[in-house]
């Protein structure tokens, strides 16, 4: 039987940024908003908090990048002159 490779590793706050590219504050402020998933306490009643691995990589997979579309690219090229 193969075994399917999970994720399970806790990343913390200290390692989320370079992971994700967004500073601690903009991380806080999405999960205020949920737009980002809350972190889990590690031991109950204690202050240490991460996220799975596998958690962050769905939150990437499920971001759509913004891309500039072609109506605002031409719009920029309108005042330049060629």
């Not at 990343?11 to 998933?37: H, Q």
């Not at 990048?65 to 109506?71: G, K, V």
């Amino acid at each position: 039987m193969e075994l399917k490779n999970t994720q399970n590793r806790i990343i913390r706050m200290k390692d989320l940024p370079s992971k994700i590219g967004l500073r601690p504050s903009t991380i806080y402020g999405l999960i205020v908003e949920k737009k980002f998933p809350a972190p889990h306490k590690l031991v109950p009643g204690g202050r240490a908090a991460g996220w799975l691995e596998s958690t962050i990589d769905a939150w990437i997979e499920g971001q759509t990048p913004s891309l500039p579309s072609e109506t605002s690219s031409l719009a920029l090229n309108r005042g330049s002159k060629q």
